[in-house]
Structure formats: C-alpha cells, structure tokens
C-alpha cells in the first residue's frame, strides 16, 4: 500500500494536536526576558562588587552556565524548558543545557566513554562552528584593515 506525500501530510495533520502559537511565543518572550533580566542583575551585582568589565562579562555567563548546568542536572531546567520553548534555547543557557543532557543521558555507559564523550555530542559542532567562524571573521578584518 502506498500513500501519496499529500495523502501523508493530510494524516500527519489530523493526528497531531495544533499548538497555540501565541501562547507559546509568549511564554518565549516572558521566560527568555526573565532569564535576560536574571543576567543583568548578575552584571549590576559583579559591578557592585568592584569587578571591572572584563571580569564582569567573564563572571555573568559563567554563573548561568552553572545554574542551567544544575537546574538541568536534577531536572528543573527541562520543565522549565517546556513551557519556554525557544525563550530558554537562545541564550547562553540552552548552550550550557546542550552539553549537560547527553552527558547525563549517557551517564550509564561510564565516566569517559559516556558521560565525558557524549557531553560534546551536541556542543561539539557547535564549538567548532564558533571557533571556525571566528577564525574567518579574523580573516575578514584582517585583510581588509576594518580596525
């Protein structure tokens, strides 16, 4: 029995239940502000703090990769995750939560060949992507003396 590809997405259609849109655009937006406005208030705190600026943009995502780490680590972050959607996979903290997942995922098949070697499953290309892009942004900068 063959189905047509129309016949498929016609299916696929009636089986899968509709998801409301704007409501999960703005669970998006409200939840990834929350996490913006978390971060700022890191920023104003470090500052408070007498770091410098260096210091302070080194010591803000580092705190909320931590946080995502552990928030994911015993299962909170996923929950928030899915009431947010795309509001906790754009910042810095849908990274951090790329990286632990697998890890975790895979904690069963032991300390190097899992834990260690799936944590960069996902983070893997994604590093390699940053630092090659960064490599060819170098170039472009340098060639054409845009400094």
Do not use: W
Request: aromatic share 8%.
């Amino acid at each position: 029995m063959s189905i047509s590809k129309d016949e498929y997405s016609k299916m696929a259609d009636k089986a899968s239940p509709n998801s409301p849109i704007i409501l999960n655009c703005i669970k998006a937006f409200l939840i990834g502000g929350l996490i913006c406005t978390f971060a700022q208030l890191l920023n104003m705190v470090f500052q408070n703090a007498g770091l410098n600026e260096k210091e302070v943009k080194i010591a803000t995502p580092s705190i909320i990769i931590i946080i995502t780490a552990i928030l994911t680590g015993i299962g909170i972050f996923d929950k928030i995750a899915r009431h947010a959607g795309a509001g906790t996979v754009v910042p810095i903290t849908g990274f951090a939560n790329s990286v632990v997942s697998p890890a975790l995922e895979f904690k069963h098949e032991g300390m190097v060949l899992g834990t260690a070697a799936q944590m960069f499953s996902i983070a893997g290309p994604v590093i390699v992507y940053g630092v090659g892009s960064s490599v060819l942004y170098g170039l472009i900068i340098y060639i054409f003396k845009l400094y």
